[in-house]
């Protein structure tokens, strides 16, 4: 039976125990030093007393501090953990290394620099990678937003958020692994948390400008968390590997099963295991609120799916060395890794499994037959319990690669690559694989990454090789199958040694790198070193760099920077000639770089001994404009800060006696934003030199709270504000600053050089929404010298849906925006980006008023509207019809080939839609996505005719002829001024009202009067003759300069005749015209 309580026993409620929550914050601030430690400890003790509260309501305090005591010892006992870990990779990668153990951070020069080096190498690394993997790199470790944070950051679902980083993932870990080679992980190991660091505190972004503000943070703020990037991008356990020889770490390796073949079904094993652990997997966890629920669904149909396997493998496991070794160094595919390393379930009738809670990142996978679908769970797993994953069944792409040498011998350990890739000079590996010892790489299950893919660009299955490719091209709509072949070119192996004046040999570890050209025909001509081509690059060790595969008959540029330095040391020789053979190449050692070190107090003149900041350089010097660079640091125990002078000067720079340098520095951290500037006298000399000192905040600059709709303090608003650049003629440059308001929304600017009265202008967003540019946020103008500034948010709406599509139609070709119409005001447009893996679709932050949602498809034609609906302030709201949008067999798909009058594909084609008046381009290979089967259609691509409106339908072969040929030249005896000069023509309509957008043609040869075209059509023509370029007397870059013709008129009509033999037309202009415009 039951026991009644007296009132005095009663459990409290909740508003009782809130009561106390000033108190908690003190208790926990005292019990751990780190204020977000601190955070953490309060936000879980407020879990656990809110979901089990004590049994009567006397002595809350008592209580509420035997919580916060337990819950921030057990976090000490857990950073212990984890700093024994630390510790146990660091002298794993030591001892692996002949290093002894790492004491301190690098203090030689030399050590310094290679710490900026790679410091610098991963802020490249981020600047390189497309959007949106950038700022989801940015967003998710410099942040530290959780995956459902990051997709409401950028208005996209989940899934796609976490494909995002995913793949950003992928590209820096191969950037920094082309970089610098096998000791990436061990350079970036040096930002790992030292020994005696109890916990890391996250950073906010830093600050730097660029003109576009993604790019920026990315790589900016990237480097502010060094840390969490390198435990993403590097497994502990791969540490052991570095700088060991792949056999002998293979030898010592636990073996593992052989991978499935990608023709052969699943091993009968796998389905009995599965029913013997689907039981255990569900047995404990089905009313557990934290435990992971999984629905798989037909991608087709959306109908659940019953008895379909489900592997999960939690990166908890002790497993995740062995996984990270096999996806890293052996390239292993999901469904294998997962098979071999990870726990089966079964999905019951209603195409369901629940598993256990989530303890870090996980893998799913789902197969059913030839149908298989997976996802990587990246979302905080205390945040994100009880979450339900959706997995959407395709059927599986998979082949095989078969990769074979000169001889048709077999090359095993070779990497494969499926590619995408525009023209020769532009190519994104998407996919990699490593071929066995037959030589045959396996691509499984590639489905959901060719659904991924651009149709109009390059698809390949690709070997890189010295200068290029060996390729196997197909289109999305026909990817390969069975196995296919590729045979290499036969090569040579080339050495290069690497010396100092003193003809002793470098040290390990500096990189080379070996760039291949075809040999030039004329005497003397010698090759360049060239941004655009592909390099080879090795590691230093034992005093050479040795490249195995080089081409046969090529002019070779080797070279080798130091760190922070734009000028290489470079050699140039000649490759091998014969198959097998070596050649040798005597390289200089760089010069040792100047580190500049730079004393920091704050405005209390203490020194700073703790922090990351970001930095702005530049160089100041009569007659040169300020072009600032941007990079990362962090404070010592010292109180100063390192960085590398040697990225601002070149031989075409000013010379240090005539410079100067200035540094911005900028601390932004919650609750505040904080910069200091400082200049000097360039130092010449190499090695660590002591330049000045910097006052880190001397001026408060402004102060206040941000406000949420409610008229309460917003904890944690974002505020993006721009500051004046303090160098010289810096007016029109700004630095922003990007911090977060502390948990009672307060936050604090200081800086310097600025009076009161002036403004700042910037954005002021709620947490988790949005960035300056993404239409989330609210303008601010904020007064310098006021500290009680109050700035108010409202809430806004949001939106959500789905799209249901055919397998064949692109998502990413497809353009959602929502048109809303405000009372009174003109009607703005928000774009939603598609989901490509499910079809999902969200945006929040949008003003209140009537709205449609549009869809469109190939140059804005429209696809689909919505009827009105209402958006109203704090309301998530679907669209009509959108729940889901089935458009399946409403969509027709039309994939266009281009080819000239010799098969040539050209570069770019323009598509006209006259009875719509849209367009679009693309290149010779193209997509279209329109709403009927059948639509007429112009083209027109560059040297060749246009094409007359036409039916389209379907796939179509589209040949083009070549141009209207033309030259263009000035009458016998005059002459061009000095200067570039270029032809300007637009074509007029006819009697048939056909007209032409403008053409710009340039000199056929400098200092030649001569252009040459293909026009599109005959007819006729206005034509102007411009001097592009020309400098004023400031040095400043002047407008183009039109050439007045007969009349006072910069244009001219020409009549262009419709042959196919090259007609010259002379420009009929006198030389005091031309001179005139010169002049």
């Known amino acids: 039976m039951g026991k009644t309580m007296t009132d005095g026993t009663l459990r409290p409620d909740p508003e009782a125990l809130l009561a106390h929550s000033g108190w908690v914050r003190a208790l926990a601030r005292s019990l751990v030093a780190d204020a977000t430690a601190a955070e953490d400890v309060e936000q879980e003790t407020w879990r656990r007393a809110l979901e089990s509260p004590p049994k009567h309501a006397g002595n809350l305090r008592a209580w509420l501090a035997t919580v916060v005591r337990s819950v921030a010892a057990q976090r000490g006992r857990s950073e212990g953990r984890a700093t024994a870990r630390h510790e146990r990779f660091r002298r794993a990668a030591d001892h692996e290394s002949g290093a002894g153990p790492r004491q301190a951070p690098p203090q030689t020069p030399g050590e310094i620099a290679e710490r900026m080096e790679t410091f610098q190498a991963l802020a490249e690394g981020i600047g390189k990678l497309q959007e949106p993997y950038a700022s989801a790199i940015y967003l998710r470790f410099v942040e530290e937003l959780s995956v459902a944070e990051v997709a409401k950051r950028q208005s996209v679902p989940v899934p796609t958020a976490a494909t995002r980083i995913r793949r950003g993932l992928e590209l820096l870990r191969e950037q920094m692994r082309g970089r610098f080679g096998e000791s990436w992980k061990a350079r970036c190991l040096v930002f790992a948390p030292p020994a005696t660091t109890a916990a890391v505190p996250p950073v906010i972004a830093g600050a730097i400008a660029m003109t576009t503000k993604t790019k920026f943070l990315a790589a900016a703020a990237v480097l502010a968390l060094a840390i969490p990037v390198y435990s993403v991008l590097t497994a502990p356990g791969d540490l052991v590997e570095e700088g060991r020889d792949p056999a002998a770490v293979e030898a010592q390796l636990p073996s593992a099963p052989e991978p499935m073949s990608v023709v052969e079904a699943p ?639 050209p570069e770019r084609v323009s598509v006209m839609f006259p009875d719509e008046g849209v367009g679009t381009a693309g290149s010779g290979v193209m997509t279209l996505l329109t709403p009927s089967d059948q639509i007429l259609a112009s083209f027109e691509a560059p040297g060749y005719r246009s094409l007359p409106a036409r039916v389209i339908r379907g796939d179509e072969t589209i040949r083009l002829e070549r141009g209207v040929p033309v030259r263009f030249r000035l009458p016998e005896g005059v002459t061009l001024p000095a200067g570039e000069w270029q032809l300007h023509l637009r074509k007029l309509p006819d009697d048939f009202g056909s007209g032409g957008a403008d053409q710009r043609l340039e000199q056929t040869q400098p200092g030649v009067a001569s252009w040459e075209a293909e026009l599109p059509l005959a007819g006729t023509y206005m034509l102007g003759l411009v001097r592009a370029y020309n400098r004023s007397q400031a040095g400043e870059a002047a407008p183009p300069t039109p050439v007045l013709w007969a009349g006072g008129s910069p244009f001219t009509n020409i009549r262009v005749a419709d042959q196919a033999e090259r007609q010259t037309i002379v420009l009929e202009l006198s030389q005091e015209q031309l001179d005139a415009a010169a002049d």
């Open 267 to 905: 091993a009968a094993g796998a389905a009995e295991r599965s029913e013997v652990e689907a039981s255990s997997a569900t047995a404990d966890t089905s009313t557990d609120p934290r435990a992971l629920r999984v629905v798989v669904r037909d991608a087709s149909t959306l109908e659940p799916v019953k008895d379909a396997v489900v592997w999960y493998f939690d990166r908890a496991s002790e497993k995740d060395r062995d996984w990270n070794r096999d996806l890293f160094s052996r390239y292993e595919d999901t469904e294998t890794l997962l098979e071999r390393y990870g726990e089966a379930s079964r999905t019951d009738g209603e195409g369901r499994v629940t598993l256990p809670p989530r303890k870090s990142y996980a893998y799913l996978g789902a197969r059913a037959g030839e149908e298989w679908a997976s996802t990587y769970l990246m979302e905080d797993p205390a945040t994100d319990g009880g979450t339900e994953v959706e997995l959407l069944l395709r059927p599986s792409v998979s082949f095989r690669v078969l990769v074979e040498d000169a001889l048709g011998r077999p090359v095993p350990h070779q990497r494969v690559e499926y590619q995408e890739a525009f023209g020769d000079d532009f190519a994104q590996w998407l996919t990699p694989a490593m071929t066995d010892e037959q030589g045959i790489a396996h691509f499984r299950n590639l489905q959901d990454r060719l659904a991924e893919g651009n149709p109009n660009l390059i698809h390949r299955i690709a070997v890189p090789i010295p200068g290029g490719v060996v390729a196997h091209e197909f289109a999305l709509s026909d990817p390969p199958a069975g196995q296919i072949s590729l045979r290499l070119p036969a090569t040579g192996s080339v050495r290069v040694k690497v010396r100092r004046p003193d003809g002793t040999p470098i040290p390990d570890g500096k990189a080379v790198q070996l760039q291949e050209h075809v040999a030039a025909a004329a005497e003397g001509d010698l090759p360049r070193r060239n941004a655009q081509r592909g390099t080879q690059m090795q590691w230093v060790r034992n005093g050479e760099a040795r490249f195995e595969r080089v081409a046969l008959n090529t002019q070779l540029v080797a070279w080798i920077q130091g760190a922070g330095q734009r000028e290489a040391v470079e050699v140039i020789g000649m490759g091998p000639i014969q198959p097998g053979q070596e050649v040798e190449l005597l390289l200089g050692a760089p010069p040792e770089p100047t580190v500049a070190q730079l004393e920091v107090r704050d405005h209390q003149r203490a020194l700073v001994t703790e922090g990351t900041f970001s930095l702005k350089q530049v160089v100041l010097a009569p007659g040169l404009d300020p072009d600032p660079i941007s990079s990362r640091t962090s404070a010592r125990s010292d109180g100063t800060v390192s960085f590398l002078q040697d990225r601002l000067l070149d031989e075409s720079g000013p010379s240090p006696a005539d410079a100067r340098m200035m540094l911005v520095l900028l601390e932004l951290a919650e609750g505040r934003g904080r910069w200091g500037v400082a200049s000097w006298d360039i130092v010449a000399e190499a090695g660590a030199q002591k330049v000045g000192e910097l006052v880190l905040g001397e001026q408060l600059i402004c102060a206040g709270t941000v406000l949420g709709a409610d008229g309460q303090p917003l904890p944690f608003a974002e505020l993006d504000l721009r500051v004046p650049a303090p160098w010289p003629q810096g007016e029109d440059d700004q630095i922003w600053l990007n911090f977060k308001a502390d948990a009672e929304g307060r936050f604090e600017v200081r800086g310097t050089g600025l009076a009161d009265g002036v403004t700042l202008h910037g954005y002021v967003s709620p947490p988790q929404v949005g960035t300056a540019n993404s239409g989330d946020a609210t303008p601010v103008e904020l007064a310098v010298g006021r500290s009680d500034l109050t700035v108010s948010l409202g809430t806004q709406a949001r939106i959500a849906g789905r799209l249901l599509l055919d397998p064949e139609v692109r998502a990413r070709l497809l353009h959602l925006r929502l048109e809303v119409t405000p009372m009174g005001e003109e009607t703005s447009e928000h774009w939603i980006e598609i989901d490509q893996e499910n079809g999902r679709f969200s945006r929040g932050s949008l003003p209140d008023g009537a709205a449609q949602l549009v869809l469109g498809g190939s140059g804005r034609l429209e696809l689909f509207r919505s009827d009105w609906f209402e958006l109203r302030s704090g309301e998530a709201i679907v669209p009509p019809g959108c729940d889901p949008l089935d458009l399946r067999g409403r969509i027709f798909v039309h994939r266009l080939q281009f080819q000239g009058p010799a098969g040539e594909q």
